[in-house]
């Protein structure tokens, strides 16, 4: 045994190993590491160690990578600052993880990390991967039963039978007894009355798999008001407690759980905060020679600055084709404030990277619904005669499309009939994940697993069978273009497509200088480029630019042929167009391929206790399709202007400062035309008859804007040349802080002289309903010339808030009753306007139609009388959830029997 070794001896030759300092060394790299606990959408928990000083960015992507997620800039992680889980109790106190952050920075209270999604598609046709599509729908289920997404008992029904139909397969009465759900938790406030309903829905979704339900889930949801709203709550000028909701096209502002406007992000100048404030620039109207600055009081700095933050990533994320980089070497001199910018990937960037991946395949099981208690019937020998259910575990298939709901072997339509062509023989089957159709190929797939209903053959701009097959063309980090600004400036929208594998873009076009038309498109075919496109080209946007080039004065051909040149000579196409929607926030919603709905019931006279055939069956079409949202979907395939329409004089010089808004503008073919006004023959107003069937009676109106300070002498011209005595008035004159109409009439006791000294108006009466929801007005109407008089009636409507919906459903049928009554017997045109002349009045007109429509004993079918609307003024019916809102209006009144068929009327037709 060697005791003692002098030092040298270990400096030779031989090899040695420092023991103790690789201990220490060991010891210290542990304490070097930061554990995070992250709770997945499906409740399971993961722990990750990453470096002590390591940044949020690296532990977002080792989460992405155990999910194995490719599409992953949709998600975040969240967490508390109080440690606790997420919740609406503690909303302000809510953080995302901040990837250029430290780890340990910004959880200091400890506490879980919550895998969530941050910015909510629009759309979920734009997720290439099954597997993202079920991250969303696990979201949005925690949404519902968390009462962060708040929903009609209806559709919380429909919801709900997709999650059935995604974890129990399809339907069969032997297995399925009476009952079978009353151990899952689907949705808050669960009741046996809405299991049978979830129940019925259930047997309508046969043979869609795990993948179909769960997309046509999202389908609906993103229908919801509340879909993708990340709400903040504040305090407006007047103190009231108010939420603002940062969404993918603005900013959202609620009151008492209703919406009270959409501050799209183009019609936003600039979003800034100081401590507790923050403050929106708008747009200067047309009509307004100000600026709008909108303030609200947060509750918080850090609160205020969070809002701020969000509005930053989703303007970035959504609107954005790549995010603006930060200055780091060239910062400018005396810069304060947040130096916040959004790192990541932008949804477009997002989508085109999923695009040019690799499908992954991956098996991955699905979670269940919570169970309660239940008892399910399993007999073998009943089991055995059955075909096999689907299993929860699957195998993505990348970006395999899944069919529609309730795709029809024959096609129907919840709208009594409105369908296109039936399809043209030898169609062939056409998903997203496929080539894009040639010119001889429609657009549907035949039998059960259609992905879209019946079409005609399509050819698009584009086309062209001579030439041989291109693949597509993207550049990534291109320069911007120099016409960018007009985004910003002039309301122009910049638009790139790339062509897609047959070198086609899936848009057509019609006008042009030699037909004295404004270049527009006419047609967007589903899952192209054009339809795929960020921002979105839509059906009527009229072409300004391509490729920079002014198209104005071009004709026709000339536009095909620079489109069809420009895949050969650009490899992608830059349009910039002038989005022809009225916006209720920047582009409205997205237009979605569209489906048909099938009720499960039958639909003759028996199946409606013979109540009478065919109104009491587009009632039940009417109840249907509002359930499953088939009607909404249709309403937003509807074209907003009709095609071939001109409005070349409200483009005049003279008459577009008439316009209280650029882009919403009378047919020269139905406008209203002065004969003796002393400025012009011009009027923002259009002449609208409806007819109805089977009673003789024609109900004629003038749509019109709310009239301008510079208007009001061509308003009351207009009522005295067509003779009217009503006006129906659906709009404030000021709506949060903005003005919708010019008061053109006097106050109680005064007397209005017109510009022109011809006309006088005086108010001899004016009177509020108990509820304070209307106001009834007499006026006066004198001809100094003639000396005839005139009594005029007006009746306004309070409380509807632009762009949305009444609260109350019976106080605006009392309202439109009223309307009825008054003008009972009139052969003149009654005057309807709210602020634009289109969405509230359009509403009103319809549920007039459809209440004179139950009492001649004839069906009511909304989208034909929207379609009627539209061909004589455009965008009748601006939003989505003004089509729901009326719809909902006509089924109530019928089911109530507020609104009757007249004996009378049924003899007549007899």
Same mark, same amino acid.
């Given at each position: 045994m060697i005791e003692s070794?002098?030092?040298?001896?270990?400096?030779?030759?031989?090899?040695?190993?420092?023991?103790?300092?690789?201990?220490?060394?060991?010891?210290?790299?542990?304490?070097?590491?930061?554990?995070?606990?992250?709770?997945?959408?499906?409740?399971?928990?993961?722990?990750?160690?990453?470096?002590?000083?390591a940044k949020g960015e690296t532990l977002l992507e080792e989460v992405f990578q155990h999910l194995e997620l490719v599409e992953k800039d949709y998600f975040g992680l969240q967490y508390t600052e109080n440690g606790l889980a997420p919740s609406l109790v503690h909303q302000d106190?809510?953080?995302?993880?901040?990837?250029?952050?430290?780890?340990?920075?910004?959880?200091?209270?400890?506490?879980?990390?919550?895998?969530?999604?941050?910015?909510?598609?629009?759309?979920?046709?734009?997720?290439?991967?099954?597997?993202?599509?079920?991250?969303?729908?696990l979201q949005i289920r925690k949404d519902i039963l968390a009462h962060r997404l708040i929903l009609a008992p209806s559709t919380a029904c429909l919801l709900a039978s997709y999650t059935v139909q995604s974890e129990l397969g399809d339907y069969h009465p032997d297995e399925h007894k009476p009952g079978y759900l009353s151990g899952l938790s689907l949705i808050p406030g669960q009741t046996e009355e809405m299991e049978e309903k979830i129940e019925e829905l259930h047997k309508l979704h046969k043979g869609q798999s795990p993948a179909d339900a769960e997309y046509n889930y999202l389908e609906h949801a993103k229908r919801c008001e509340m879909y993708g709203v990340s709400v903040h709550g504040a305090k407006d000028s007047q103190d009231r407690d108010i939420q603002l909701g940062v969404t993918a096209n603005g900013l959202v502002i609620f009151h008492a759980g209703a919406r009270l406007n959409l501050l799209s992000w183009t019609k936003i100048v600039k979003i800034s905060f100081k401590r507790k404030q923050f403050f929106?620039?708008?747009?200067?109207?047309?009509?307004?020679?100000?600026?709008?600055?909108?303030?609200?009081?947060?509750?918080?700095? $850090? #609160?205020? =600055?969070? @809002?701020?933050?969000?509005?930053?990533?989703?303007?970035? !994320? &959504?609107?954005?084709?790549?995010?603006? $980089? #930060?200055? =780091?070497? @060239?910062?400018?001199?005396?810069?304060?404030?947040?130096? !916040? &910018?959004?790192?990541?990937r932008t949804e477009y960037q997002t989508y085109q990277q999923a695009r040019r991946s690799v499908s992954t395949q991956r098996s991955f099981i699905r979670s269940r619904s919570t169970q309660r208690s239940i008892q399910i019937n399993t007999d073998d020998t009943a089991k055995a005669s059955r075909p096999l259910r689907y299993d929860n575990?699957?195998?993505?298939?990348?970006?395999?499309?899944?069919?529609?709901?309730?795709?029809?072997?024959?096609p129907s339509d919840d709208e009594g009939g409105f369908l296109d062509k039936p399809p043209a023989p030898g169609s062939v089957p056409s998903g997203s994940g496929g080539p894009a159709p040639t010119p001889s190929t429609t657009l549907e797939e035949e039998g059960p697993a259609a992905i879209l209903p019946a079409r005609t053959t399509l050819n698009f701009v584009d086309d062209d069978v001579e030439e041989e097959v291109r693949s597509p063309v993207y550049e990534e980090n291109k320069p911007a273009s120099p016409h960018l600004h007009l985004n910003l400036e002039d309301g122009l929208v910049l638009i790139r497509i790339a062509?897609?594998?047959?070198?086609?873009?899936?848009?057509?076009?019609?006008?042009?200088?030699?037909?004295?038309?404004?270049?527009?498109?006419?047609?967007?075919?589903?899952?192209?480029?054009?339809?795929?496109?960020?921002?979105?080209?839509?059906?009527?946007?009229?072409?300004?630019?391509?490729?920079?080039?002014?198209?104005?004065?071009?004709?026709?051909?000339?536009?095909?042929?620079?489109?069809?040149?420009?895949?050969?000579?650009?490899?992608?196409?830059?349009?910039?167009?002038?989005?022809?929607?009225?916006?209720?926030?920047?582009?409205?919603?997205?237009?979605?391929?569209?489906?048909?709905?099938?009720?499960?019931?039958?639909?003759?006279p028996s199946a409606v206790g013979g109540q009478g055939g065919a109104l009491a069956q587009s009632m039940l079409l009417l109840a249907d399709g509002l359930a499953s949202g088939a009607l909404v979907a249709q309403f937003e395939r509807l074209y907003r202007k009709k095609p071939g329409m001109s409005m070349l004089h409200a483009n005049k010089q003279e008459n577009v400062i008439k316009n209280r808004y650029r882009d919403i503008s009378p047919y020269d073919a139905s406008r209203v035309i002065l004969h003796e006004a002393p400025d012009g023959d011009y009027i923002n107003a259009n002449t609208v008859a409806m007819e109805i069937p089977g009673s003789g009676i024609v109900n004629r109106y003038i749509a019109t804007q709310g009239p301008l300070a510079s208007t009001v002498g061509d308003f009351w011209h207009m009522l005295v040349e067509a003779g009217?005595?009503?006006?129906?008035?659906?709009?404030?004159?000021?709506?949060?802080?903005?003005?919708?109409?010019?008061?053109?009439?006097?106050?109680?006791?005064?007397?209005?002289?017109?510009?022109?000294?011809?006309?006088?108006?005086?108010?001899?009466?004016?009177?509020?309903?108990?509820?304070?929801?209307f106001v009834f007005r007499e006026f006066v109407l004198l001809d100094s010339q003639t000396g005839e008089k005139r009594d005029v009636t007006q009746m306004q409507y309070l409380a509807w808030p632009d762009h949305g919906v009444p609260d109350d459903v019976n106080r605006f049928l009392a309202f439109t009753r009223q309307v009825r009554h008054e003008r009972s017997g009139m052969v003149e045109?009654?005057?309807?306007?709210?602020?634009?002349?289109?969405?509230?009045?359009?509403?009103?007109?319809?549920?007039?139609?459809?209440?004179?429509?139950?009492?001649?004993?004839?069906?009511?079918?909304?989208?034909?009388?929207?379609?009627?609307?539209?061909?004589?003024?455009?965008?009748?019916?601006?939003?989505?959830?003004?089509?729901?809102?009326?719809?909902?209006?006509?089924?109530?009144?019928?089911?109530?029997?507020?609104?009757?068929?007249l004996p009378e009327l049924n003899q007549l037709n007899r």
């Open positions: 070794v002098s030092r040298r001896a270990f400096g030779g030759s031989a090899g040695t190993y420092n023991v103790h300092a690789s201990e220490l060394a060991h010891t210290r790299g542990v304490l070097k590491t930061l554990s995070a606990t992250v709770v997945f959408l499906d409740d399971t928990v993961h722990t990750f160690r990453v470096d002590k000083h106190l809510i953080r995302w993880l901040d990837p250029n952050k430290q780890v340990k920075k910004q959880i200091r209270n400890g506490g879980n990390f919550y895998f969530r999604v941050k910015f909510y598609v629009s759309d979920p046709s734009k997720l290439q991967e099954e597997y993202t599509r079920y991250h969303f729908y929106v620039q708008l747009k200067r109207e047309p009509s307004e020679t100000y600026d709008t600055l909108l303030g609200f009081n947060m509750t918080t700095y $850090r #609160s205020c =600055k969070n @809002l701020w933050k969000s509005c930053v990533e989703h303007h970035t !994320f &959504f609107r954005l084709h790549s995010p603006r $980089r #930060s200055r =780091k070497f @060239l910062p400018p001199p005396l810069s304060l404030g947040s130096k !916040f &910018f959004y790192s990541g575990k699957v195998t993505s298939l990348g970006s395999r499309e899944p069919k529609r709901a309730w795709d029809p072997p024959h062509p897609d594998e047959q070198g086609r873009f899936g848009f057509n076009v019609k006008g042009g200088a030699d037909l004295g038309m404004p270049i527009l498109v006419s047609r967007v075919a589903p899952n192209t480029p054009a339809y795929t496109s960020y921002p979105k080209l839509n059906e009527g946007d009229q072409v300004v630019l391509i490729n920079g080039c002014d198209v104005s004065g071009m004709h026709h051909e000339q536009v095909v042929s620079i489109i069809r040149t420009s895949r050969d000579t650009h490899g992608e196409l830059v349009l910039t167009v002038r989005p022809n929607v009225y916006e209720a926030g920047g582009g409205g919603e997205d237009e979605e391929p569209p489906y048909q709905y099938v009720p499960e019931s039958s639909l003759g009217s005595t009503l006006v129906v008035m659906v709009t404030t004159l000021v709506e949060r802080g903005r003005t919708k109409c010019h008061k053109y009439w006097p106050s109680l006791g005064e007397t209005l002289e017109l510009s022109n000294g011809r006309f006088s108006i005086s108010c001899a009466k004016e009177e509020a309903d108990p509820s304070g929801s045109p009654a005057i309807v306007h709210c602020s634009a002349g289109i969405g509230r009045t359009g509403v009103l007109i319809l549920m007039e139609t459809a209440m004179c429509l139950i009492e001649a004993n004839q069906p009511v079918y909304p989208l034909e009388i929207c379609r009627q609307m539209r061909n004589q003024r455009a965008m009748m019916i601006q939003t989505p959830s003004q089509y729901k809102f009326v719809c909902s209006c006509v089924h109530h009144a019928f089911t109530e029997e507020l609104v009757k068929p």
